[in-house]
């Protein structure tokens, strides 16, 4: 055999060689892609399990805090054991990766983070916007781009004096109007 055809030889043995790597480079790029997705469906799985759980954890914080507000107020001394509760809820929650959206009063209302159940007027137009009451804390996953549980929260809307004074002359306006089967 000539040095040539060795030459050839191990140029095509390199080739091939380099072939390989690459196949077998793209071959491990598809089993991580497939171990990444395996991870992030049984992740999601054991999310769609605790669904149920966290939302009534959830529920538990809203009537702990609700419980505690109202002691406070009352001046019991009870007041600060039901905060311990809200806390602790709060850090079961973080064991689990879930933390709190962080709603709370003037706070500014966010949608894709807070569910607005009630509007309250206000005509104070620093507040319009901002959150009046938390009704139930919302939670997400940590690092999550979406939340989990959106909080239930009362909003102010800015409503000027005027608009209010034509808002109430339509409305009365309109009851002075005779309807349909109404004498005339």
Do not use: C, W
Request: proline share 5%; charged share 25%; glycine share 6%.
């Amino acid at each position: 055999m000539s040095q040539d055809a060795v030459a050839a030889a191990l140029q095509g043995l390199e080739t091939q060689i380099q072939g390989f790597h690459a196949r077998a480079e793209n071959y491990e790029q598809i089993v991580r892609q497939m171990q990444n997705r395996i991870e992030q469906l049984q992740g999601d799985q054991v999310q769609a399990l605790l669904k149920p759980v966290i939302q009534r954890f959830a529920g538990l914080h809203a009537q702990a805090a609700e419980a505690s507000a109202k002691a406070k107020e009352r001046g019991e001394l009870s007041a600060k054991e039901l905060g311990f509760f809200v806390v602790a809820i709060e850090q079961a929650l973080d064991l689990m990766g879930i933390e709190t959206v962080g709603a709370a009063p003037a706070v500014p209302f966010d949608p894709s983070r807070h569910h607005a159940t009630k509007v309250v007027p206000t005509n104070d137009p620093e507040l319009d916007k901002s959150i009046e009451a938390v009704l139930r804390q919302g939670f997400t996953y940590a690092g999550a781009p979406r939340v989990f549980l959106p909080a239930q929260v009362s909003v102010y809307r800015y409503e000027s004096d005027e608009a209010r004074e034509v808002e109430t002359t339509l409305s009365s306006d309109l009851d002075n109007q005779p309807g349909e089967g109404d004498p005339q």
